[in-house]
């Protein structure tokens, strides 16, 4: 997958790395549909997503586990009338269920500003003007 998007994946040095590191972006690059869907359709158990917290509960998430939850949140986010172009900002703790935002907001154009739940009201203004 990494080949598609670098011209050389093997440096010799720091110094060739810094000099010789050319990132390929598609025109119309979409993280979710070119890196998490592309894996979902080639290795569809590949691990995507391991996620756990402090009180020791976990969950695993397979490529194919990303793009159905993905697809799911895009379709529910775009029935509230969020698309191209729009700005949202996405106050959630960071559970598993943030990453289904994010990349689902990618998926539909969105921009997504990450904000943290312990923003306090002026905070929120200040972020929505600066958007």
């Known amino acids: 997958m990494v080949e598609r998007f670098l ?13 010789n590191l050319k990132i390929n972006v598609p025109e119309n690059f979409n993280f979710g549909y070119d890196v998490v869907d592309a894996w979902a359709a080639e290795q569809p158990d590949k691990n995507a997503l391991l996620w756990t917290n402090d009180r020791g509960e976990s969950r695993q ?8 939850y993905t697809d799911m949140t895009a379709s529910y986010f775009q029935s509230l009338g969020i ?3 729009d700005m949202v900002m996405l106050i959630l703790k960071r559970r598993y269920e943030f990453w289904y935002s994010t990349i689902a907001l990618h998926k539909l154009g969105a921009t997504v500003i990450p904000a943290t739940h312990l923003l306090t009201k002026k905070d929120i203004i200040y972020r929505c003007n600066a958007a």
Do not use: P, V, W
């Open 83 to 85: 698309g191209r172009g």
């Open 61 to 68: 998430f397979s490529f194919t586990d990303m793009k159905r």
């Open 7 to 19: 011209a050389k994946t093997n440096f010799a040095s720091q110094e060739d790395f810094i000099k």
